[in-house]
């Protein structure tokens, strides 16, 4: 499949409108090229247990697949793979960032709000904490991400560990003095919550509340924690 950008009207205004008007394209790249040697771990970490999961699988949607930095290094293992975002200039960047791959396609559109249909997707994954920094509602999030796949299908979600808080927090900083996200807010800034004083903000999920939000919708979530820096959910998409 070559490249085919395609966009949806289906972009609602929201906090991850951050991501869509200031941190996004070459900006949201220089972030990942700011990180530190142990930030750098997490990320390929995060990345090599989505491959772990979704080796030989068929169709792979990412949500909020950015520029394309997983999903390029995920494409090499899977048949096809779909990105979204809410962001045009990093999916216009994935033009040349992907352009020695040819079984990809992303679309301009909200993860909370699919246009795709139901039940297409063999695996869907949503890694570096967007459940988070999309800054959409949680519940409507899970609900689409298990809507569009299908029966038996793989959905992994990652947040934070509490264990790479310092690390996390340095990578801020340096961004943050870089002029790539706002000033960070230090009086406010602590358990696992950074602050911007331009109104940014990154939490996290638990493991419990990974938990708790895919109970509501009938399915059980494995947690597992990865490099001591990231917490994944893993649900096999089959009712309890």
């Not at 040697?37 to 990320?43: A, C, D, G, S, V």
């Not at 995920?74 to 994935?94: H, M, P, Q, T, W």
């Not at 597992?224 to 309890?240: H, T």
């Amino acid at each position: 499949m070559y490249l085919n950008l395609e966009f949806s009207s289906n972009v609602s205004m929201h906090k991850g409108t951050y991501y869509r008007e200031k941190l996004s394209a070459n900006k949201l790249l220089r972030c990942y090229e700011t990180a530190s040697p142990r930030i750098k771990q997490y990320l390929d970490a995060e990345i090599q247990f989505v491959i772990s999961n979704f080796h030989g699988t068929d169709l792979v949607l990412e949500l909020g697949c950015g520029y394309g930095r997983a999903m390029k290094a995920v494409s090499k293992f899977v048949s096809r793979i779909v990105g979204n975002d809410i962001s045009r200039k990093s999916l216009e960047l994935a033009r040349s960032y992907m352009e020695s791959c040819r079984n990809y396609v992303v679309f301009l559109m909200d993860a909370s709000q699919l246009s795709f249909r139901s039940c297409v997707f063999d695996a869907v994954f949503c890694v570096q904490n967007g459940i988070s920094a999309f800054g959409v509602n949680k519940k409507r999030l899970i609900a689409e991400s298990i809507r569009v796949t299908k029966d038996n299908g793989i959905i992994l979600f990652s947040s934070y560990s509490p264990k790479i808080w310092e690390a996390r927090l340095e990578w801020f900083r340096k961004q943050s003095r870089f002029g790539l996200v706002g000033e960070i807010d230090e009086e406010k800034t602590r358990d696992g919550t950074i602050v911007c004083k331009d109104g940014f903000r990154a939490t996290t999920v638990s493991g419990d509340e990974f938990v708790e939000l895919f109970d509501e919708f009938g399915l059980n979530a494995s947690i597992v924690e990865v490099d001591e820096s990231s917490i994944f959910c893993r649900v096999v998409k089959k009712r309890v």
